[in-house]
């Protein structure tokens, strides 16, 4: 499998704030999922993204399907103390059955 | 309805063990999936069923077995454990159809062995 650089690695900010976090990948994806894992439970579909260029809201969260298809972005607007968690961008390549996970961005929120 | 479930929620194995963690869907989902989780890190695949009777390895299947009678339940086999399996498990399930693959978690299985 596939290693997708995700990044920043670790976010701390307050409450109100808006965040932004990426996924980059060598090879060309025909998906991208974001999840997000609470402490303790598996992680939780946030957002699924099929085409190159699509822009999907979910509420406050919006991610973007990179034209390249190499990449993608999460972005939570005014975050709030339970949005705190790990999240995971996830691809997937046109031949295969498996996702490819990057290793989480972990989000702390100060209120 | 209830998901993805799995049992055990923990366990705690000596060397050599063996165990079976559970994973069953009512989703009716044809593919259904075990990663493991080590700290800091994403999930790695270890194995996958596209249905009934079909199996196949993911990327570190080595020192487990799985099985699919039927759609609902995927079991994994830890045969004899090793401390290199301590880890957090999670079985997926997802209904493949014109390239949508969004899979759906269970709450996992924490393992630890001694």
């Known amino acids: 499998g596939q290693q997708l650089n995700q990044s920043p690695q670790s976010m701390f900010i307050q409450e109100g704030e808006d965040v932004s976090m990426n996924c980059t990948s060598s090879?060309?994806?025909?998906?991208w999922l974001w999840y997000k894992q609470d402490p303790g439970e598996g992680p939780v579909l946030l957002i699924a993204?099929?085409?190159?260029?699509e822009l999907t809201s979910n509420g406050r969260l919006t991610a973007q399907f990179g034209i390249t298809r190499k990449d993608s972005f999460l972005n939570i607007s005014a975050s709030i103390p339970s949005d705190v968690g790990i999240y995971f961008c996830?691809?997937?390549?046109?031949?295969?059955?498996?996702?490819?996970f990057g290793k989480g961005t972990s989000l702390l929120v100060t209120p | 309805n209830a998901g993805v479930t799995q049992t055990p929620k923990f366990r705690i194995l000596k060397i050599g063990q063996s165990m079976t963690l559970q994973c069953a869907q009512d989703?009716?989902?044809?593919?259904m999936y075990w990663y493991r989780q080590d700290p800091g890190m994403g999930l790695k695949l270890i194995y996958y069923?596209?249905?009934?009777?079909?199996?196949d390895k993911g990327e570190v299947p080595n020192g487990y077995n799985v099985s699919r009678s039927t759609t609902e339940d995927f079991p994994l086999r830890l045969e004899l454990a090793a401390p290199s399996q301590t880890s957090v498990y999670f079985c997926?399930?997802?209904?493949?159809?014109?390239?949508?693959?969004?899979?759906?978690f269970g709450p996992g299985t924490r393992l630890t062995v001694l």
């Open positions: 989703m009716n989902h044809n593919y």
């Open positions: 997926a399930s997802s209904f493949r159809l014109a390239g949508s693959n969004e899979q759906f």
């Open positions: 996830a691809g997937q390549n046109p031949s295969g059955y498996a996702l490819n």
């Open positions: 090879s060309i994806f025909n998906t």
């Open positions: 993204l099929y085409k190159a260029g």
């Open positions: 069923s596209v249905g009934a009777g079909i199996t």
